[in-house]
């Protein structure tokens, strides 16, 4: 997918109204689970609801920065800064691959945040350092999403502030 067809992606009419209401109802599923595995007895029903749970658990934290990135390319202030990319790869005990993107970022070659992206769906990313434009939006301290030549990153937690650390240039 291109930057732009990515763009297009994330700023769907609708998509802040959809994911509102994917929480709440993950949170209404899981109850009812909970509610079914007591009536029955059946501890499948608390199994299923403990896997519903975490992935409740995972939109409530990913949520508010996916609609802080589509606002950010709506309406955002973007200024050109950098971001250095690396990938954590790693492997479950029956051998499945993972990954994980995490970014530094900064602007004229001062280190501002510490970012663990949302796994990209439709790119794979590079290691190493990329220029890119920051977009920041009224509230919210760090860049809310970074455009690369090849695509576009957002926060999956709150970034940490980067200290003490040296970009090299």
Known sequence: MTL?????????????????????????????????????????FY??????????FAMWQTTPHI???????K????QNGAVEISIHRWKDTESNQYESY??????????????EFVTPQSWQP??????????????VEWPVVILTCDGLLYPRLKPKRASGIQIQP
Do not use: C, Y
Not at 67 to 73: D, I, K, T, Y
Not at 75 to 78: C, F, I, Q, V
Not at 105 to 114: A, E, G
Not at 130 to 137: C, D
């Open 67 to 73: 609609s802080n990135a589509a606002r950010g390319l």
């Open 47 to 56: 199994g299923i609801a403990l896997a519903s749970a975490l992935i409740g």
């Open 126 to 139: 590079l290691e190493g350092r990329h220029s890119a434009q920051l977009a920041f939006i009224r509230g």
């Open 75 to 78: 309406e955002g202030l973007k």
């Open 4 to 44: 732009d067809e990515q763009i297009a992606e994330l700023s769907r009419p609708g998509l802040d109204i959809r994911m509102d209401l994917a929480r709440p109802t993950v949170l209404v599923l899981t109850a009812g689970l909970v509610l079914a595995g007591a009536i029955t007895s059946n501890p499948a």
């Open 102 to 115: 995490q970014g530094l970022i900064s602007m004229d070659n001062q280190p501002l945040w510490q970012m």
